[in-house]
């Protein structure tokens, strides 16, 4: 059964970092983009990154240009999304999903992030 589950998240200070993760099982991630979105309460779903097949394009939402990375995991069957600067408007469930827009194949439980003093 093909799925994918996140983890990472927590709750951090605002300018700090977290990674999070999204491993995949049932099939082999590289053959397809994966991207992350993100849900605050009372706000719309936004896609906020995205990794192409074989690495080839990254996508950024203007939100987290310069302060996130996706990276691909080959070895482990896994994309993760690293997060630098953190800033309390990121706080929100964050999701990883393939393809990298609605309507999504496959998408996780989702992982809380929260940016808070």
């Known amino acids: 059964q093909a799925q994918l589950v996140e983890s990472g998240g927590g709750l951090v200070q605002p300018g700090g970092s977290l990674r999070l993760s999204c491993t995949a099982s049932?099939?082999?991630?590289?053959?397809?983009?994966i991207g992350w979105f993100r849900q605050a309460p009372g706000k719309e779903r936004e896609a906020i990154s995205c990794?192409?097949?074989?690495?080839?394009?990254?996508f950024y939402a203007d939100s987290v240009k310069g302060r996130f990375t996706i990276i691909r995991d080959t070895g482990s069957n896994a994309v993760y999304l690293q997060m630098d600067a953190l800033k309390p408007e990121d706080t929100a469930v964050y999701y990883c999903?393939?393809?990298?827009?609605?309507?999504?194949?496959?998408y996780g439980q989702g992982t809380q992030v929260t940016v808070s003093s």
């Open positions: 999903a393939t393809p990298c827009t609605a309507p999504y194949h496959y």
């Open positions: 990794i192409s097949r074989r690495e080839r394009d990254t």
């Open positions: 049932g099939f082999t991630a590289d053959r397809w983009a």
